[in-house]
């Protein structure tokens, strides 16, 4: 009690005026040592203080998002260039930031399609954001391309296809997986470099640094972004909130 006594009157003298009373180097010294000593007596204080800026960051960043996704609402969940999946109608929109080559994107893939499948109401958004290289660029051409040429239906195949595809996606490959899946690759390779596609991605990725999204999968909802892999069960939990708060 007496530390904490002199400690709290040295700190108050800090706050005192000049003209009321002079803190001495002297004193500065003591008080720098009685909170090292006292911090070195209780590491908890340091590990409460950490906990407490941890929080406070979490809900900054937290309010950042619901600002961004505010100003940023069209682009993201009702853009004509996304395929969109599950119940269009549904009462709650989930979009995925996405590329066919990230680990964790595969992984989460099936969990995915078995939330929406068995939620029922879930308008389910795909956003092309290849980030891994060339062959996740390819990919994302490569599916686009088929949306355009050939419609939601061909994508959906398509997009399945390509996030179990084992092989690296080249001309020789994406050429196969058109033939196999009934569709003339031709014309799709042709429009892979074209602006048309292009431009989804371009978009993609600039809707992206503007949320802020640096990896994936990154989930966002209306009221929330998910950056990372989300185990089924708790996308469950947070359909559900999302859903209580309307």
């Not at 009934?182 to 429009?191: A, K, M, N, S």
Request: charged residues 25%; aromatic residues 6%; proline residues 4%.
């Amino acid at each position: 009690m007496r530390r904490l006594a002199a400690i709290a009157a040295l700190a108050t003298g800090l706050l005192v005026p000049p003209a009321v009373a002079e803190i001495t180097d002297l004193d500065r010294a003591a008080l720098r040592e009685e909170i090292r000593a006292y911090l070195l007596e209780n590491p908890e204080v340091l590990i409460e203080a950490m906990n407490v800026l941890q929080t406070r960051e979490q809900d900054a960043m937290a309010q950042r998002d619901l600002m961004l996704l505010a100003e940023n609402a069209d682009a993201i969940f009702a853009s004509p260039d996304d395929w969109v999946g599950g119940n269009p109608d549904g009462d709650v929109t989930l979009v995925e930031f996405m590329d066919y080559r990230c680990g964790y994107c595969r992984k989460a893939y099936a969990e995915v399609a078995e939330l929406v499948e068995s939620d029922g109401n879930i308008r389910f958004v795909v956003k092309e954001f290849p980030i891994l290289g060339e062959a996740s660029l390819l990919s994302a051409q490569f599916a686009i391309a088929v949306r355009q040429l050939h419609g939601d239906a061909a994508y959906e195949t398509v997009h399945d296809a390509l996030i179990a595809l084992r092989g690296e996606p080249n001309t020789e490959t994406l050429s196969r997986l058109a033939t196999d899946l009934g569709l003339d690759p031709q014309p799709i390779l042709d429009r892979m470099g074209s602006e048309e596609v292009m431009a989804v991605i371009k978009a993609n990725h600039a809707l992206a640094d503007t949320l802020e999204i640096s990896g994936t999968p990154t989930f966002v909802l209306k009221n929330m972004m998910l950056r990372g892999y989300i185990p089924l069960d708790a996308m469950r939990n947070i359909v559900a909130e999302v859903r209580a708060d309307g």
